[in-house]
């Protein structure tokens, strides 16, 4: 992590070229509480584009944290417990979409930080990966909140057939009729791949083709009393205590990892446990690819 001057810490650099092909750097630095945008123009500077997390450098859990520019945790950080629940809020033009918005009891905190990022009103989208409460046992509060006709509900005819026992009266988008894929106003296009048994006969998991991360659901979940949203080391045992628990067999989930495998993902945003980036997706892929779970553990046991 890049720091300057005044305990500057650098949080976002864009690199691109203007109309007259000229070199710029737009830079996003924090200073204490303030975030400060500066300007470098320059014949050398590359042209590429990177995002730092400012949640890398000094989280604070009590606000909404950028993943990347348009995509942030929205979920609640309990000291007390070991598993954390992560609903992301991804921010395109016309469209805002909430991914697993989490359960009763941390609603109140997840919808303020959504107050933080965007008036409820402009969500689209709600995306439901299975139906467990702690996924999305807050849908028809939800609802009310957000208080808009067109708000659809996105997820598999098999979880859509759970989820309506919440009480929700929004209409359904189910993924297997519409091709696995939402394409958004801006011409983004999410795909929808369909997980089953990991851990829920429903289950997808959302590949956002623009930043190429993947919402991942359960799978590469994670167990942990150290919890980090972002985190360089240690998260791979956490994610074997999750597996060995919650998904069903090392057959199932190794034909998962094999299909993931094949898929240009930058980050990994599970619903529970840290996010993965860069070397850490093509480790953790492996990593599951190989691990035995849930009945395979449960067999070997007399």
Same mark, same amino acid.
Not at 7 to 33: D, E, H, P
Not at 57 to 64: K, L, R, V
Not at 145 to 157: N, W
Not at 191 to 220: E, M, N, V, W
């Given at each position: ?9 650098? $949080? ?6 203007? %109309?007259?092909? /000229? ?6 630095? /924090?200073?204490? !509480? ?9 014949? %050398? ?9 400012? +949640? ?17 945790? *929205? ?13 992301? $809020? ?5 469209? =805002? ?5 989490? @359960? ?16 409820? !009103? ?6 439901? %990966?299975?139906?467990?409460?702690? *996924?999305?046992? !807050?849908?028809?509060? $939800? ?81 942990? =009393? ?5 985190? @360089? ?15 069903? @067999?090392?057959?199932?989930? +190794? ?5 993931? %495998? ?41």
């Amino acid at each position: 992590m890049e720091r300057g001057g005044n305990g500057a810490c650098v $949080l976002q650099v864009t690199l691109y070229k203007t %109309s007259a092909q /000229r070199s710029c750097a737009l830079i996003v630095s /924090r200073f204490g !509480n303030r975030n400060v945008l500066t300007m470098r123009y320059g014949p %050398s500077i590359a042209e590429q584009n990177f995002f730092v997390p400012a +949640a890398m450098t000094n989280p604070d859990f009590d606000d909404a944290i950028a993943v990347t520019r348009d995509i942030h945790w *929205v979920g609640f950080y309990d000291k007390e417990a070991n598993l954390h629940c992560n609903p992301y $809020l991804l921010i395109d033009d016309a469209n =805002v979409i909430l991914f697993d918005p989490g @359960s009763i009891p941390h609603f109140p905190v997840v919808m303020r930080k959504i107050i933080d990022l965007v008036n409820p !009103n402009e969500i689209t989208h709600l995306v439901v %990966s299975h139906q467990d409460p702690d *996924v999305c046992g !807050n849908l028809a509060v $939800l609802e009310d909140v957000i208080g808009r006709p067109d708000l659809k509900i996105v997820a598999h005819t098999n979880t859509i057939r759970l989820v309506r026992h919440y009480g929700v009266r929004s209409e359904f988008y189910a993924v297997e009729k519409n091709d696995y894929k939402l394409r958004l106003t801006s011409g983004r296009e999410l795909q929808f791949l369909f997980t089953p048994y990991l851990h829920s006969p429903g289950a997808i998991a959302t590949y956002d083709t623009r930043t190429k991360s993947l919402f991942s659901s359960d799978i590469f979940g994670a167990i942990s =009393v150290d919890w980090k949203l972002f985190r @360089s080391d240690n998260y791979l045992e956490p994610m074997r205590a999750w597996h060995e628990i919650y998904m069903p @067999s090392h057959h199932i989930l +190794a034909a998962c990892m094999k299909r993931l %495998s094949r898929l240009e993902i930058d980050r990994i945003l599970p619903q529970h446990g840290s996010v993965l980036e860069q070397h850490q997706v093509k480790q953790a892929i492996q990593f599951l690819a190989e691990l035995p779970c849930g009945l395979d553990l449960q067999e070997s046991t007399p």
